[in-house]
């Protein structure tokens, strides 16, 4: 007998390890990138952002972020995508690279994917904008805008 997708548990689905077409997110259009350790850590908050999306963890502990990144690339050339999220835990140094990633890789294709990114801290699901992302990856315009709020 064949083994199918609802063989497989739908949190033990890696993004590196998935075929770059899968069948169920042709479907759903909706992918979920979320930080591996979220499935022990926040399993509840796991499963309400995985409704309606196609769940694919990610640790950049222990893939490249180039590597990941190719792989998503190479995703996204195939699937018309509606939305994709992505859900980490906050203030790690490792997943804020996947939110820088995701936008790094979304701008190789002008833009062309809404994506939403959240974090988890103290148990609660924060949305950030894409722009607070940009601006992570420049120490220098953080040292900045500190600057102009304590000047104010």
């Given at each position: 007998?064949?083994?199918?997708?609802?063989?497989v548990?739908?949190?033990?689905?890696?993004?590196?390890?998935?075929?770059?077409?899968?069948?169920?997110?042709?479907?759903?259009?909706?992918?979920?990138?979320?930080?591996?350790?979220?499935?022990?850590?926040?399993?509840?908050?796991?499963?309400?952002?995985?409704?309606?999306?196609?769940?694919?963890?990610v640790?950049?502990?222990?893939?490249?972020?180039?590597?990941?990144?190719?792989?998503?690339?190479?995703?996204?050339?195939?699937?018309?995508?509606?939305?994709?999220?992505?859900?980490?835990?906050?203030?790690?140094?490792?997943?804020?690279?996947?939110?820088?990633?995701?936008?790094?890789?979304?701008?190789?294709?002008g833009?062309?994917?809404?994506?939403?990114?959240?974090?988890?801290?103290?148990?609660k699901?924060?949305e950030?904008?894409p722009?607070?992302?940009?601006?992570?990856?420049?120490l220098?315009?953080?040292?900045?805008?500190?600057?102009?709020?304590?000047?104010?």
């Open positions: 007998m064949p083994i199918t997708e609802r063989d548990p739908i949190y033990d689905r890696n993004l590196i390890d998935s075929n770059a077409c899968p069948n169920l997110l042709r479907k759903l259009k909706k992918l979920l990138i979320y930080g591996r350790c979220l499935r022990d850590e926040h399993p509840n908050i796991l499963n309400e952002f995985s409704r309606e999306r196609y769940p694919l963890s640790c950049l502990e222990a893939e490249h972020m180039n590597m990941v990144g190719f792989k998503l690339a190479s995703m996204l050339a195939r699937l018309p995508l509606k939305e994709i999220l992505v859900l980490t835990v906050d203030g790690s140094p490792h997943c804020v690279q996947l939110h820088m990633m995701v936008e790094e890789v979304n701008k190789l294709f833009n062309k994917f809404k994506i939403r990114h959240f974090v988890i801290e103290k148990g699901a924060i950030i904008e722009e607070c992302i940009r601006i992570a990856r420049y220098s315009k953080i040292k900045r805008l500190l600057r102009q709020v304590k000047e104010a």
